[in-house]
């Protein structure tokens, strides 16, 4: 990841995005214990729950020793917020940096 934003799924994978992203975190930590409930897919009865706890907890630490999060509105992203400049994070999340 080159810089603070990564594209990690489309809008357009829907409510599968949880799925897609839980068949392919082997690198991310912080994940609650009920995550295998997201490889069964929308129809089970925690999902959207299970998915909630991992967009809160979640992170990823690459090589350089920078912390990795997630966000979804619509497309699912990571972002490390100290590789972001003020202005990709304003336009990010809509606020001023920190």
Same mark, same amino acid.
């Given at each position: +990841?080159? @810089?603070?934003? /990564?594209?990690?799924?489309? @809008?357009?994978?829907?409510?599968?995005?949880?799925?897609?992203?839980? /068949?392919?975190? $082997?690198? !991310?930590?912080?994940?609650?214990? =009920?995550?295998? /409930?997201?490889?069964?897919?929308?129809?089970?009865? *925690?999902? *959207?729950?299970? !998915?909630? @706890?991992?967009?809160? @907890?979640? #992170?990823? #630490? =690459?090589?350089?020793?920078? &912390? *990795?999060?997630? !966000?979804? =509105?619509? =497309?699912? *992203?990571?972002?490390?917020?100290?590789? +972001?400049? $003020?202005?990709?994070?304003? $336009?990010?999340?809509?606020?001023?940096? &920190?």
């Amino acid at each position: +990841m080159s @810089s603070g934003l /990564e594209l990690l799924f489309g @809008s357009n994978q829907g409510v599968y995005i949880p799925q897609n992203f839980a /068949e392919s975190c $082997d690198h !991310w930590s912080g994940l609650p214990s =009920d995550f295998s /409930e997201l490889l069964y897919g929308p129809e089970q009865e *925690w999902y *959207w729950e299970v !998915w909630h @706890s991992v967009l809160d @907890s979640a #992170t990823y #630490t =690459d090589s350089a020793g920078n &912390v *990795w999060h997630l !966000w979804q =509105d619509g =497309d699912l *992203w990571a972002y490390c917020e100290e590789l +972001m400049n $003020d202005p990709e994070y304003q $336009d990010f999340f809509g606020e001023p940096g &920190v």
